[in-house]
Structure formats: C-alpha cells, structure tokens
Antibody, heavy 118, light 110 residues
Framework: EAQLVESGGGLVKPGESLRLSCAAS????????MNWVRQAPGKGLEWISS????????YYTDSLRGRFTVSRDNAKNSLFLQLNSLRVEDTAVYYC???????????WGQGTLVTVSS | QSVLTQPPSASATPGQRVIISCSGS????????VTWYQQSPGTAPKVLIY???QRPSGVPDRFSGSKSGTSASLAISGLRSEDEADYYC???????????FGGGTKLTVL
C-alpha cells in the first residue's frame, strides 16, 4: 500500500530551525513530483513547495522562499523540508503530498505539527 | 489572502444541491487545471475532482466539477450529512510559478 509518513515536527522557539522528513513507501517514489503543504490551526491549506522527480525543478511560494528549502533523496525514498528562522506564524500542520501527472495530490501523509512559540 | 476566491461558507439541507465557486484569473484557472479537495476535521485532504471535471475512482457521481474562463465550480447533488467538510480549489499560477489554494469553503449540512 502506498504511504507517506511525515516526521520531525515539534515545539521550537522563534528563530530556530527544524528539518521535516517524509518517508515514502509502496510506490516508485523516484518517479513522482512531491509537494509540501501546510495548514495553520483553524486555517486553510497553503502550498509551500514542489520538487520534481529528479530535483531538476523546484518551486516555492513567494512568501517562504529563502527561509524554507525542499530536497529529496530518491535512494532513501525520502522528502525533506528545512525550515529556518521560524516564526510564530509558521505554526501549522505540515503535509507532504504526491503529485500525479494531471496535477492532483493523490496521496497525502498524516501531517506533522510544528509549533513555534517562545 | 488567497488569489483563488471561494465563499467561506455554504449550507444546504440533505438531498439538496449546492454549488461552491472558485474565482481566479487568466494566469491560473484561466490557463491551468483546477483540482478540488475535500477535508474533514483532523484528516488530510482528499481529491474530489481533477483536471477541472474528472472524478477519481471511488468518488461518487454526486460530485461534479466545471470550469468556465477564470472560474470553476464544484457541485454536490443529493447532499448527505457526511458531505459536511471543508472544500478547497487549487490551480497552478503561471505568473507566480507556484500553486494556489482557495481559502476554503466550509459546507454545513443542515
């Protein structure tokens, strides 16, 4: 069964960093574009970033470019999101999602909660 | 503020039909696919409609999508209590080189 499992979330102070991971299994991870999406408490979905199968194209939402960095390791079936200079407003559940060729995010992880608070 | 505009809420009684709109521009909906997601509390989003009007296998035909110009719509007919959820539209924006989500519509089944 295809599955995505995020990890690495937790409670951090403003200005600190975190590295989120997304472990993929049950499908050919190296052939898919992957995405990160977040959802602040009680708020809507916010797309963060996408990375193509071979990491040749990487996109970010404008407001987070420079602080967040996406990467992947196809040999380890893993996706990563480095979060730097965290702010209170970065508090959210962070999801990784698999993207199909017709642009749907057909597989999502359960999410990992990042809480930024002093 | 989302560049894709959805009504924040919608409501209807069981059995009725409800339509949720998603308004964008020529750089997103007007030129790229629209996907719709359903999200119930505490769960990850689920694809309802992709490529503007296509339903994944397993999604009831009560759900339908359409697109015209720079707007898209999700219609839910024969409303059921389990349809109570948040609904999001999304499209790629070619000017931003990024994906946009609508602000979401909370559907209440009265």
């Amino acid at each position: 069964e295809a599955q995505l499992v995020e990890s690495g979330g937790g409670l951090v102070k403003p200005g600190e960093s975190l590295r989120l991971s997304c472990a993929a299994s049950g499908f050919p991870f190296s052939t898919y574009t992957m995405n990160w999406v977040r959802q602040a408490p009680g708020k809507g979905l916010e797309w963060i970033s996408s990375i193509t199968s071979r990491s040749d194209l990487i996109y970010y939402t404008d407001s987070l470019r420079g602080r967040f960095t996406v990467s992947r390791d196809n040999a380890k079936n893993s996706l990563f999101l480095q979060l730097n200079s965290l702010r209170v407003e970065d508090t959210a559940v962070y999801y990784c999602a698999r993207e199909t060729a017709d642009e749907r995010f057909d597989l999502w992880g359960q999410g990992t909660l990042v809480t930024v608070s002093s | 503020q989302s560049v894709l505009t959805q009504p924040p809420s919608a409501s209807a009684t069981p059995g009725q039909r409800v339509i949720i709109s998603c308004s964008g521009s020529s750089s997103n909906i007007g030129s790229k696919y629209v996907t719709w997601y359903q999200q119930s509390p505490g769960t990850a989003p689920k694809v309802l409609i992709y490529k503007n009007d296509q339903r994944p296998s397993g999604v009831p035909d009560r759900f339908s999508g359409s697109k015209s110009g720079t707007s898209a719509s999700l219609a839910i007919s024969g409303l059921r209590s389990e349809d109570e959820a948040d609904y999001y539209c999304t499209s790629w924006d070619i000017s931003l080189s990024g994906r946009l989500f609508g602000g979401g519509t909370k559907l209440t089944v009265l």
